[in-house]
């Protein structure tokens, strides 16, 4: 379900976030504000090992949080319980990520179905949804080949049908081109925008400067703090 | 065999070691990948270490009844190696001398006279009795010194006893309870003589060959004039060979020779008599009984051992799989096929070295309880045979190579197999494609398989009259045949035609097979059996996930768990089958324990009417102080009381089993005329001439040249031998006189050791101071209980060690305890079902750890912790159920065909649905599968999104 534009329907406040493996500690989020509206595609940019994936981790609540806030759609996820937290998921967001994390015992059909199945949605209108997500993203011919019959572009087109078929307010999308050829690559972000114009946000992680530069708004990330939220732009990334 | 062994699991080994030594990076790769995961790599430590724990407590429990037997030479003969009955008890001083001769026989360290009678036994006032013991006489100072080693006599330190005294050992003074001093009372040929006793002396040697010792001439005196029908004493003259109590026998041959000369020398001196080398005969019942028993456990437990080798086939799959991308990246460095397959021997090699260790030593365990529950069915069967445990380090050392070579042999293969990979697919963790050079291979496969099937068939299986390789022919033919289809059929359709093909093969092979095949079916046949069935039922089942998989999409309801649950059984068919395999095979053996259990435990009835001859008990007596008929009819409640003569006589027949001496000891019954009018024992095989049972019964009553015979008498019934009407049989005595005989009737079950049926009056003339009257077939009154009935014969005539047992007693007894040694292998077989289970939580645990990133991605979409934890559940359940169900259907078809439906079996028996242990096979497993996936579901409900998605990665 989508929100009309420009409404908020993220926002985080001071969230912080350290790993910890033994005697270890690897403070990843040092604070960060960030408000999503309705309609952004936001591109995160930044070093590697400086924080955007689990920016991306804890503000879509697939990861938890030491201190902050972050609330979408009015309610503080991190203050949910787990099956809440997982319901908002299942009916407010969709994931795409670098390695598809397709499941490789389903064919692409079923693959897309998976979501719907979890929000109850029946095997038929589940089958026809994904048949017409599918046709969406030009794999209507191959969605009875498992994931690994698939090149890496269908796979990842495959992994956007399955993020898109719920219609989810928020799309998290984590170097979605990463594993891709540039030409492959292109199509996959032409779809995105393609997306972002039917009206849900995007939250991107991207190292690539050309797509970075192609968002609503672009986030700079470095050392766990957003050091610019802006206009896209690629100054001050490195 | 342990050489053989030792010198393959070397050679698996070897190569692992020299890389454990050489190799630092290979040493490196194994130990830290088990290491790494400590957890895992003790399950799969576990799941090879219950196999050969099995194997161990099959040899233990073999070495233990070995022992335990082995054990009655040292309690029960001591010195003493061949026992010389003398026929006359006058010419026992003559044979003494004829045997000791001019020169002692070489070989021979001692010869001693004694004369012994049965006799019952009580204290003072008669309130603790032993029925049936031996007592006898003998010079005690030659006994002290009788062999070359006085210790194994046990009467060192025994004084003689006087006229009035006695001298008992430690076993029967604990069941009389009476101290030294007290007085013993002695119940034989009708009377009571009260001894005091003077002396214990432990149950070894001749403390245990005679339970009692008296003063000679008290026991001339009290057996004077033994009434007719009482066993006169016997009069024996023992013979020590050279050594204590075990090696005196240790050359079978020379055992022999000095038989033979001791016997030449008391003909010779013309001195009647029977000779039998005691202990070598124990020593050799002790060695068959102790294999056998190995066999037994080892068959059984092979169940438990193919299914261990599944697992840790499955569990190397598994962990190749799940390596495969660093396998690619390690042979893109440089690592060549070999050098993986020695990095996983390496990792295999270490965790085989260790679970055959900790096999053979939990084996012990194992085997301690399953002799520990024998004695316990012993015990409640009536049986005080005693079982000694026996763990020889021979045994537990060949349990452990052969642990380690099953598991190496495993690991190799695997290894082999998986190393064989494009280092670009591995790379991306892509799968292999079916070359055409590998349709070809699989093709050349199908069709050496099919060769080789018709070659067994052809060869060893009809020509050689084996059943194993008979079995197993066609079988090997219809794999071979859908390997070479494989290329044209659809493999669905192919594993349900080759599977169902197989598993009707393997449910009718005994009405296919030609008979002289079928008849010697020996243990690993349903070993064998068992494979081949489930191997059929397997390939079916893999078929059932997609069509389950289809009926869930039918639904309307989305059923995601259940679908993702089903997803992965169904799309990884070969592990699926290696799962689905462990426990169709367990399932299958315990059901097929059970419809036999089930089967012999309803022919009680049956039974009881076969064997009662139309009466309620049977009454056996001490032989020295038989109960006289007119004394049992004379009894408040006794209806009838029919006497049965006893003798034992020597036999040949026309149908001998190879294993029989030729002529050899047997006890008979004798009849008289009458005794088939309250009803005869039934009869199996029947002349045609006579219209009843008990008609043919009459008809050995009146005439010596008939016979009556069980059907294993002679050990027919082994060795291919079969005993039929119109056989010819020849009765010997000891005086010289022979009887020919023909069989009229044969005798199914022979509960009662009857032995042969003849006429009474045959042997009251042929053998006139052989036989005894200490039986008698016992009818109660209408209004007398038969059981209350048995108990007041028991207490009237103690004194005459009457034992009085109803039929229905009798045979719930004997039943008892065979039903009894089914539980003991049922719950053998349930170590089985630990590895089986064991084994699904173990690659369930590696099914999360390989399936990280899915759930993952899954929690981040919003699928539930529940939905996550129904799915391993689903999937447990479902290869569970499959197993379960495919194992027990399995199980229910081969048994009913084999009970009912063939003549593989002795006689075909009414099948019986064994209901409530079908209940506990089924469903205690399928808790158990359940219970098994619990601690990875949970594991996996457990792993936050983010982490498994960054740890897959």
Known sequence: MMEPMGQNILRAREVTKTYRSGKLEVPALRGVDLDIDSGDLITVMGPSGNGKTTLLNCLSGIDTIDSGTVHIDGDEIHAMRDGARTQHRAERMGFIFQSFNLIPVLSAEENVEVPLGILGVSNKEARQRAQDMLERVGLADRRQNRPRELSGGEQQRVAIARALVTQPAIIWADEPTGNLDSETAGAIIDLLLEVNEAGQSVLMVTHDRGIGAIGTRTVHVRDGLITYDGAPTTDGIH | MVTVLAAIAVLLTLPALVDLIRRPDLRRVGLRNIV????????????????????????????????????????????????????????????????????????????????????????????????????????????????????????????????????????????????????????????????????????????????????????????????????????????????????????????????????????????????????????????EEGDELTQIFSVVGGFSVVAGILLLVNLFVMLAEE??????????????????????????????????????????????????????????????????????????????????????????????????????????????????????????????????????????????????????????????????????????????????????????????????VTTDVELPTFLVLGIILVAGGTAIATVIGPWMRRLLDLGSRPATAARLGLAYPVARTFRTALSLAMFSLIIFSLTFISVMSSTLGGQDDDIVTEISAGRDMMVDANSANPIATGDLTDLPGVASASPIIRAVPRWSADFDAESIEDPDRWRLSGIDPGFGNTGAPQLELRADRFATDAEAFEAVATDPTLVVVPSWFLAAGSDGVEVNLQDRVTMYTASGFTQEMTVIGVVQNDFTFAGPWVSADLVREQMPGGFRITRHYVTATADTSADDLAEAIDAAFVTNGASAETFRHRVGRFLSQELGFFRLLRGYLALGLVIGIAGLGVTLVRAVRERRREIGMLRSMGFPTGGVRSMFLTEAAFIGFLGIVSGAALGLLTARQLISGSDALDEPLPFVFPTSALVLVVLLPLIGAVVAAIVPAIRAARLRPSEALRLAD
């Not at chain 2, 070995?66 to 026992?83: C, F, K, M, N, Y």
């Not at chain 2, 006058?90 to 004369?115: K, S």
């Not at chain 2, 009434?227 to 023992?238: C, D, I, N, Q, R």
């Not at chain 2, 050594?243 to 055992?255: A, I, K, M």
């Open chain 2, 36 to 287: 790494r995961r400590p957890g895992e790599a003790a399950l799969v430590v576990l799941g090879s270490a219950l196999g050969t724990a099995i194997i161990a407590a099959a040899f233990i429990v073999g070495d233990t009844f070995d022992r335990s037997i082995r054990d009655i030479a040292r309690t029960e003969l001591g010195p003493v190696d061949q026992v010389v009955r003398v026929t006359n008890v006058d010419d026992l001083d003559d044979a003494l001398v004829a045997i000791e001769g001019p020169g002692t026989i070489a070989g021979v360290d001692g010869v001693l006279a004694i004369t012994s009678i049965g006799a019952a036994l009580s204290n003072a006032d008669a309130t603790n009795a032993e029925p049936s013991l031996r007592i006898s006489a003998v010079d005690m100072d030659a006994a002290r010194s009788f062999g070359a080693d006085p210790s194994i006599t046990a009467l060192a330190d025994v004084p003689a006893p006087g006229l009035d005294e006695i001298v008992i050992n430690t076993d029967t003074r604990a069941e009389l309870d009476v101290e030294i001093g007290d007085l013993v009372a002695v119940y034989a040929y009708g009377e009571r003589i009260d001894l005091e006793l003077i002396a214990l002396m432990p149950s070894e040697g001749l403390g245990g060959f005679s339970d009692a010792y008296i003063d000679p001439a008290l026991l001339d005196s009290v057996a004077a004039e033994p009434p007719l029908g009482a066993e006169p004493p016997s009069a024996l003259v023992l013979v020590s060979n050279d050594g204590g109590v075990f090696d005196s026998t240790e050359d079978p041959r020379n055992v022999r020779r000095i038989e033979t000369a001791t016997g030449d020398r008391l003909r010779a001196a013309g001195i009647d008599h029977d000779q039998s080398p005691q202990k070598l005969d124990i020593l050799r019942d002790a060695e």
């Open chain 2, 323 to 516: 390596r495969k991308p660093t396998m690619g990246v390690l042979r893109a460095i440089g690592w060549r096929q070999g050098t993986l397959v020695r990095s996983f021997g390496l990792e295999g090699a270490i965790y085989a070295i260790i679970a055959a260790a900790v096999g053979a030593l939990g084996g012990i365990g194992v085997g301690w309880a399953v002799v520990k529950l024998t004695q316990d069915i012993f015990a409640t069967s009536g049986n005080d045979f005693s079982l000694i445990l026996a763990v020889e380090p021979i045994s537990l050392l060949q349990a452990a190579l052969t642990g380690l070579v099953i598991s190496l042999l495993a690991i190799w293969v695997t290894s082999w197999r998986i190393s064989r990979l494009n280092i670009i697919r591995a790379i991306r963790d892509l799968p292999e494609p079916v070359t055409a050079r590998g349709q070809l291979l699989l093709s050349v496969g199908g069709l050496v398989l099919a060769v080789v099937g018709v070659a067994l068939l052809i060869g060893p299986g009809l020509g050689g009259k084996s059943v194993i390789p008979a079995l197993a022919g066609p079988a090997l033919m219809i794999l071979g045949a859908g390997l070479l289809l494989k290329r044209w059929v659809r493999n669905d359709l192919l594993a349900v035609a080759a599977g169902s093909a197989v598993v009707l093969w393997g449910a009718f092979w005994a009405q296919i097979l030609p008979k002289d």
